[in-house]
Structures are given as structure tokens and as C-alpha cells.
């Protein structure tokens, strides 16, 4: 046991002797010194990406690191950092990332959970609502009347008084059907899924006036369903060029009793799913971008079940049913929850949460007379988008205090100027406006200095900020110095074809017509017509029927090592013998053999620039070492690869 403890103590201390410190410097490109520990952050977060074994040496990926720093700081050089291009395409970014950012996590993390227990079941309900400015503060008359078109709902039924008051333009009364979380506003889904089914809730406000919901119903979920489909698109290649034509001869097939998987192997286009016989990832409705596809998969009830052909936005499907689940885990759906509720009202209670933590922490000063002056200056001409700032205006006059940073009168003096037209046409009082307006203003400006210096108080969003920047730098210097360079300089690439001519060949191919069946007496058909001399197109207006897909014909060019072709392959022109492929039967009629031969330039010109961009590339790498000078600190090295090595033993 002792030698155990001994054992464990050595180990301890060799490994605390490895690491590396936040100050030491791995290298430095023209002085410019570049952290160990950096090159260690990034080492391991792109571990499992590099393919190259020899890469993932850490001398092979300190060349990596090294070409790397040397273009971001080509493209510095170069200015592209300034161009308004690149800081217009970071800012969006940037916009977008500080969002993942910018939460309470204690709040999000209640509304997600809300959001997911309410994701199990739909609501049907019908509302009735009466429009109302959502800055108008006296209600009192509006909730009246909808107490009083309550009581009627309650003594007459819906569809009655929903005849006899809706209107379209104030008064709204409206079946809604199902629908389920994310689907409403966040206050009138709440008022939904809290009032019992069968009840009418009180009357609540939205931003688009104060409802009332009745709840009709509420059911389970439709849950998660797993299918397989065939989908055709139009084809140049193929000889039958409409897809309507060609789903509806599978579907007889199918209903004549072929194998769904197997057609889906040898017709489907989805390259993606063909392979699997057609099957897809599970999903939940709504998941997916083709409404047409959910229905028909969601309309299907028993395991096997399959759909009519029918179209979406990607060609012609028929889908049939693998499985039907439950909801799916709330870990498994969390993060999709996340992003929906950062889109939706829910947000604003995640940020007035967020705010009221960082006036703590930002030690904010309010000037306390802030708010009775504005209140004093406003005039009627608010009311009529008319108003101006006083001459007298003192504009310099501090209005709050975000740690170092100040912000004057004159800032909130022009939100006001600015959010007139919201105002436009109402009455109400001048404390009303200035107490919504600057509650509004100051949350903003602390979420606002949150965000501006995020970077400096959160070290994983700085790190994926600095990552994005250097990678868009990169791709733009990329882009002007060997992507477009070899894509334009049309001499060079044929300069560079004429001199690597033996590396662009077509493997042998041949040229073929491919007839496919259930049943080896049709192939065998199939064989003494094409032997009589007809047609494909012949045979197939022969064979088939309006009520029976007999035979299907495929015909171009293809690989002569095709995985579709005999086994012993197709070595002469002619007819195949028949074979069983994919549970189905099939005869090949080879028109032509194409021997390997040499691609054209025009054939092979997209892998031409691809290789030409990486001569280039390899080129360029030279003069940036001959411009930049790189020190690497051998002792700091010999430490990291320690450290590295001694991770991967815990590892």
C-alpha cells in the first residue's frame, strides 16, 4: 500500500512539475509571443479532427500552429482586419454568439423545463379578442366587456357569440385548433395551458389587446417518428425524366407486394437514405421543413403502413411507418428549447433577470432626479410626434453610472425623441411614458455594457469570439491569395494540367441500359426482347400495364465496378447474364465499353484547381517564413510535449 501511495505521489509531482504556466510563451513571430498554453487550448479541442496521425504528433501540429499564426498575421499585414466587408460579416457574428451569452441561467433554465412539460401535450381552444394598444393604460372598460362576453360564452356556448360579435378589425372570436408550446405568444399560452380544459380563463393582455381563451381540449403529444421513404427527382440520366411517372410504378410495386427497403436501395435519389433502404433519423412535427412530408408521416398509424405518393418542395415521396415514440428526453431536446425561447417573449424576463443581477455588480449610480425632469419637460406635442427638446436642455447632465462608464441626459433625451411615433394619438400621463421609457432604457444599457465587455470578464466567450475572428481572416486571406488566385489564372492552370496530364483519368466505364424486376420470368422477357432488337422504351410499354409495374429500365454511363453489376463485372458488349441484387432481379445491356483514359481539361478542371490552389498555397507558406521571423523556446516545448504526453496517460 505504501508503494502504492509512493507511486501516486511520483506521478503527482512530475505532472505538477509539467504544467505550464499562463505566462510562459511557446513562440513568437516577430516578437509577437504567443502563449504555451494557447497552443495547448487548441492542441486538444482540434484533437479528434485531425485525420493525419502524423499531425497529431505535437511537432507535426506546431507546424500546423505555426503556418496558422503566420497568415492571421499576413492578413493583418495586409489590412484586412480594416476591410468593412470583414467587419460587417465578424459584427453579425458576434451579434449572434453573445446571445449564447447573455442569460440568467437559473431563469432560462425554469423556462425551458415549462416549455418542455408543455411540449408534451397540444390545446385546442378557441379566444375571443378586443384590440388595444399595448402602451394604453386605462383597461378597465375592455376587461368589463370581456367579463361580460365571458359570461355569455359560459351561458350560450362559443360559435353563437363568436357569430354575433366577431368583427375582424377590433373584436376578434376565433377557433385556434391544436397547438402546443412556442406556437403562441408567451401570455396567451400561459393563460391556455393554465385554465383547465372545459373552463374559460379570465380576461389577460397581450400585446395585441386582452383575450379570453376556452380551452376545448387537451391531448398527448404526437410524439416522434421514425420512417423510410423513396423520393424522386428529375434526372437527366435517367430515361424516364418525370418523377411523378416513375414514384407512381413503385407504388404499384409496392402494393403488388415488393420489398419497400429494396426499392428504396435501387430508385430513391436520397443518396443520404437509398443506401438504408430508404430509412430516415427520427423526428417530432414541426422538426422538419416540409410540412407535406410530416402529415403523411404522422397520418400513417401501424408499423408498416405506408403512404400514396406524394409531392414536396424535393420531389415525389411515398413514406412508410418504422416506429412511433413517445416525446423524446428533456436532455435530448434542451438546446433546440434554448434557442426557441431566446427567439420568443420568454426572453425578456431572462433579460430583466440578467439586468437586475448586474446592478449589483456594476455598482450603477442613478441620478435620482433624472426622471422628474424629463417628466417636466415633456409636452402635449408627444402625443402628436411633435415634440423637441427644450433649448435649455442640459444634455451633459450625468443620468446613470455603469462602473467607469457614464451615461448623459442627452442619450435618454434622444429615445424619447425616437420612440414618439409609438405614442402617437394616446393619453395618458407624462410619468406613465418617462417610468416605461427609462425602465426600458436603463436595462438596455447595462445589457448593452454587459455585452461590449463580455469579453474581457468571460474566457470561453472570448476564446470562441478570437477563434471566429482569426477564422474569418483567414478565409479571406485565403480567398485573395491562392483561392481566386489559381481559380482566375487561367495560363497557370493549364500550364499545371499539361504537366500532371497523367493524374486526370477517367477510371473504365461503360455505357449501359439496366432493366430491374421482382420476378425473374419478366427479366428473362426483358432478355429475348432486347435480343429481338427493341427498345427499352419498347419493351417497357410492352410489359407494363396501367394496373402492373412489371419492369423498370435505368440507362447512362456508369463505373464498370458499379456495386449494381454482376459480380464477375461486365467485360464485353451485349447482354449480362440475369442476377439477384438488392431481393430483386436484373439484366444489363451493355452498349459500349469505355476504356481509362485521360480527362479533359474542362472534365477534370475543378480537382486542376484544387491541386493547383495547393502548390500555390505551399509556395506562399515559404515567402511568409522568409518575411516573419518564428523563435519556438525549446524548454517550454519540452514542457508542453510533457504535459501532453502525461494527459494522455490520464486520458
Known amino acids: 500500500m505504501k508503494l502504492k501511495v509512493s507511486l501516486l505521489l511520483l506521478w503527482l509531482t512530475t505532472f505538477a512539475n ?23 487550448r487548441i492542441y486538444n479541442k482540434n484533437l479528434d479532427l485531425v485525420k493525419d496521425e502524423s499531425q497529431k504528433d505535437v511537432d507535426g501540429y506546431l507546424k500546423l500552429f505555426v503556418n496558422y499564426q503566420l497568415k492571421i498575421k499576413e492578413a493583418r499585414r495586409m489590412g484586412l482586419d480594416k476591410d468593412p466587408k470583414y467587419i460587417k460579416e465578424f459584427s453579425s457574428y458576434k451579434n449572434q454568439l453573445v446571445k449564447n451569452f447573455l442569460s440568467d441561467s437559473k431563469v432560462t433554465e425554469a423556462l425551458m423545463k415549462e416549455a418542455y412539460d408543455r411540449m408534451g401535450y397540444d390545446i385546442k381552444a378557441s379566444h375571443i ?29 362559443f360559435e353563437p357569440v363568436k357569430n354575433d360579435v366577431h ?20 401570455e396567451f399560452e400561459n393563460a391556455a395551458y393554465n385554465t383547465p380544459v372545459g373552463d374559460i380563463s379570465k380576461p389577460f393582455r397581450t400585446r395585441f389587446g386582452y383575450h379570453i381563451v376556452n380551452v376545448e381540449d387537451k391531448r398527448a403529444s404526437q410524439g416522434e417518428v421514425t420512417v423510410a421513404h423513396i423520393m424522386i427527382t428529375s434526372s437527366e440520366n435517367d430515361s424516364i425524366p418525370d418523377p411523378e411517372k416513375r414514384i407512381n410504378e413503385i407504388y404499384k410495386r409496392i402494393k403488388q407486394g415488393e420489398n419497400f427497403e429494396s426499392l428504396a436501395k435501387q430508385f430513391s435519389d436520397d443518396q443520404s437514405s437509398a443506401s438504408n433502404g430508404g430509412k430516415l433519423a427520427p423526428f417530432t412535427s414541426g422538426q422538419l421543413s416540409a410540412p407535406e412530408f410530416e402529415k403523411a408521416a404522422f397520418g400513417l398509424n401501424a408499423v408498416g403502413d405506408y403512404s400514396k405518393p406524394f409531392k414536396t418542395n424535393y420531389g415525389w415521396h411515398i413514406v412508410k411507418l418504422l416506429d412511433k415514440t413517445e416525446p423524446l428526453p428533456y436532455d435530448d431536446v434542451k438546446f433546440d428549447i434554448e434557442n426557441k425561447i431566446q427567439r420568443d417573449s420568454r426572453s425578456s424576463l431572462i433579460n430583466t433577470s440578467l439586468a437586475n443581477d448586474l446592478r449589483a455588480k456594476y455598482q450603477i449610480v442613478v441620478n435620482p432626479n433624472a426622471k422628474g425632469y424629463f417628466e417636466s419637460i415633456l409636452n402635449a406635442n408627444f402625443f402628436n410626434r411633435a415634440w423637441v427638446l427644450p433649448k435649455n436642455f442640459t444634455k451633459d447632465q450625468i443620468l446613470l453610472t455603469i462602473k467607469k462608464d457614464t451615461i ?6 434622444q429615445r424619447l425623441l425616437s420612440i414618439q411615433n409609438v ?14 421609457e427609462y425602465k426600458n432604457f436603463e436595462e438596455a444599457a447595462i445589457l448593452k455594457y454587459h455585452e461590449d465587455n463580455l469579453e474581457f470578464e468571460n474566457v470561453d466567450y472570448a476564446q470562441i469570439l478570437g477563434e471566429y475572428r482569426d477564422g474569418l481572416l483567414l478565409f479571406d486571406l485565403m480567398e485573395k491569395e491562392v483561392w481566386n488566385a489559381a481559380a482566375s489564372d487561367s495560363i497557370g492552370l493549364q500550364k499545371y494540367y499539361r504537366a500532371h496530364k497523367d493524374d486526370y483519368y477517367w477510371d473504365d466505364r461503360v455505357d449501359v441500359d439496366m432493366a430491374t424486376s421482382a420476378k425473374d420470368a419478366d427479366i428473362k422477357a426483358v432478355a429475348r426482347l432486347w435480343r429481338r432488337g427493341k427498345t427499352s422504351e419498347e419493351i417497357s410499354k410492352e410489359l407494363n400495364t396501367d394496373k402492373e ?4 429500365f435505368t440507362k447512362g454511363i456508369k463505373p464498370s465496378n458499379d456495386p449494381s453489376f454482376p459480380s464477375e463485372g461486365l467485360v464485353r458488349t451485349g ?5 439477384h441484387y438488392n431481393d430483386a432481379y436484373h439484366i444489363v445491356k451493355v452498349n459500349a465499353l469505355l476504356p481509362k483514359t485521360n480527362k479533359t481539361f474542362d472534365e477534370a478542371k475543378g480537382k486542376i484547381i484544387s491541386d493547383y490552389q495547393n502548390t500555390l498555397e505551399a509556395d506562399w507558406l515559404k515567402t511568409l517564413h522568409e518575411r516573419y521571423e518564428v523563435k519556438v523556446n525549446a524548454d517550454v516545448l519540452q514542457k508542453v510535449k510533457s504535459q501532453i504526453e502525461e494527459q494522455n496517460k490520464v486520458d
Open 423 to 436: 405614442y402617437v394619438g394616446q393619453k395618458m400621463p407624462f410619468k406613465t411614458v418617462i417610468e416605461k
Open 167 to 186: 368583427d375582424g378589425k377590433t373584436i376578434f372570436a376565433e377557433d385556434l385548433g391544436y397547438f402546443s408550446a412556442f406556437k403562441m405568444v408567451y
Open 575 to 579: 447482354l449480362s447474364k440475369t442476377y
Open 549 to 552: 409495374q412489371k419492369v423498370m
Open 408 to 413: 448623459k441626459y442627452n442619450d435618454f433625451g
Open 129 to 157: 379578442l378586443i384590440r388595444l394598444d399595448e402602451n394604453e393604460t386605462d383597461t378597465l372598460k375592455v376587461y368589463q366587456e370581456l367579463m361580460k362576453l365571458r359570461d355569455r360564452v359560459i351561458k350560450e356556448g
Open 18 to 40: 509539467a504544467q505550464i504556466s499562463s505566462k510562459e510563451v511557446l513562440l513568437s513571430i516577430d516578437d509577437e509571443p504567443i502563449k504555451a498554453e494557447e497552443f495547448i
